[in-house]
């Protein structure tokens, strides 16, 4: 008998389909036989089996004729924010409910390019605003982790990352904006990393705050996340953002020698709100690396406590602007009116979800003449001093040890959520000042709760090295052992 298809990791899918133990063919009808199954985790919005399969013909014609690419035939999920090509891309949103994009994202025309399949797009928090995927309009995602009660799978990546989790796709794309690669990842006890700003375009990327938002990949484990990442970074002269670096080989990192590297633990990060199995569970990483001969090192990152406050001015302003093209006319979804403006008026009603609104609305205030001096300038000014705190504490250390996430998964509908965005927001303690600062920054399962939950650590390395954060992410992988639900 053939060993489950879906248990394999990227790497050990790649030296299957190169020693010719199992085809292409093979290997994306047991993803897509998974992914039926799978249907309850609600993870895809749109299932595009025949698509899968008719890539997976031709990555076999390579493998035959010893012609094989970097990803030939691995099945991969893809957040419904990239557009892709004649496949539908909703944002999650109503008011993209019939979208479908004449053209290609830049990050999954580079997968394609690589030869990676795709087996459909997923579900995700409406235009990535959120931390459970509960704003989504096509229903929260449930985490794959779940005991009695349906728990998120978290946000905005949270399609990705229980997809991932339970072995409905080899690899998913995610994108990362103040957490969204992070935090579902460590909800679903999968590896994902958002890159440094600038290292993959955002180009065919539905724009949400694009001083932040970044694309990464989300994986079972550190060595998947390397061989995606490679696939997907690169200068992209369509993004005037993108950097134009040379993209290493991030595999060539795993299991260097961490001996003499500094880790940096940052004080401010004992919040109030964090978790005790958490705080634990950050010790004993410490220690793991420590074992190891890395130094721990005690940092301060000052500004800290205006990291959330800060990025829900800008994030919110640059949303606002941004989703200013969503008019019923353009794209998507038009809701007709008795004059122009309430077509307009009409359309975006219906169309965006409470959540959008709300960002839309506190976006719009704060770049209001008036209130722009008072909260959008001074976020500004925050923002470069927390950028600030960064590059003074990368002076005594290389990473960055940190939890991903104050707790574990939550409950779909929790009411305290629910009662006050706010709650919500603080979840993205750990996550928004990294996003901030535009610094590489990796979360990777640690252990499980007492409840059998997966908790997640970070990983925060210096701009644009992202080597720093894969060896440590190595060996700490390597130490914790964490066993993979799939
Ligand atoms: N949870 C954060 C928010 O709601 C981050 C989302 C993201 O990274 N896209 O904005």
Redesign the pocket.
């Known amino acids: 008998m053939m060993t489950d298809l879906t248990e394999l990791t990227i790497a050990e899918a790649r030296e299957g389909l190169k020693n010719k133990k199992f085809s292409a063919t093979e290997l994306n009808k047991a993803y897509i036989a998974a992914m039926e199954k799978g249907r309850d985790y609600n993870a895809y919005v749109t299932e595009t089996p025949e698509i899968a399969l008719a890539q997976a013909e031709e990555s076999d014609k390579r493998y035959l004729s010893g012609q094989a690419k970097d990803l030939d035939g691995i099945p991969l999920g893809i957040k419904d924010l990239f557009c892709t090509q004649n496949i539908r891309t909703t944002a999650c949103s109503k008011i993209l409910d019939n979208f479908v994009p004449p053209y290609e994202s830049t990050v999954t025309a580079h997968l394609k390019d690589a030869g990676a399949t795709f087996l459909g797009k997923l579900n995700m928090d409406e235009f ?4 459970s995927n509960e704003t989504s309009a096509f229903g929260p995602v449930k985490n794959p982790w779940s005991k009695n009660i349906p728990l998120v799978a978290g ?2 990546s949270g399609g990705s990352a229980a997809a991932v989790a339970a072995g409905i796709c080899a690899g998913a794309t995610g ?6 690669i992070r935090q579902p990842s460590a909800y679903c006890g999968v590896t994902g990393i958002k890159p440094s700003y600038g290292r993959c375009s955002r180009y065919g990327i539905m724009a ?1 705050a694009s001083s932040l938002d970044q694309a990464g990949p989300i994986a079972k484990d550190v060595r998947d996340c390397a061989i995606l990442l490679k696939n997907m970074a690169g200068f992209d002269a369509k993004d005037s953002t993108s950097v134009d670096a040379i993209v290493p080989d991030f595999e060539k990192f795993l299991g260097a020698d961490i001996k003499g590297m500094k880790i940096g633990i940052p004080k401010e990060y004992r919040v109030e709100g964090l978790d005790a199995e958490v705080a634990a569970y950050w010790d004993k990483a410490a220690d793991m690396l420590k074992a190891r001969g890395a130094e721990i090192v005690e940092i301060s990152l000052p500004h800290t406590k205006y990291a959330l406050a800060t990025y829900y001015i800008i ?1 919110p302003a640059e949303a606002s602007s941004n989703l200013a093209r969503y008019d019923g006319l353009r794209y998507g979804e038009r809701v007709n009116g008795k004059s122009l403006d309430d077509m307009y008026i009409n359309s975006r009603t219906q169309g965006f979800g409470k959540e959008v609104k709300r960002r839309i609305m506190i976006g719009t205030y704060v770049l209001s003449a008036g209130y722009y001096d008072a909260y959008y300038l001074k976020a500004q000014k925050v923002r470069r001093l927390i950028w600030q705190d960064f590059r003074d504490a990368f002076e005594k250390c290389d990473v960055i040890l940190t939890p991903t996430a104050p707790t574990a998964a939550f409950a779909i509908g929790d009411k305290e959520m629910q009662k006050n965005p706010i709650t919500m ?1 603080l979840n ?1 303690v750990y996550t928004v000042a990294v996003s901030l600062a535009g610094l590489p920054a990796m979360s990777l399962p640690i252990g499980l709760n007492k409840d059998g939950l997966p908790l997640g650590m970070q990983l925060i390395g210096k701009y644009l090295d992202e080597e720093s954060v894969f060896k440590t992410a190595s060996t700490l992988e390597k130490d914790a052992a964490f066993k993979r639900m799939k």
């Open positions: 990535a605003m959120g931390g946000g905005s994108t990362d904006t103040g957490g969204s949400f994030a927001w993205d």
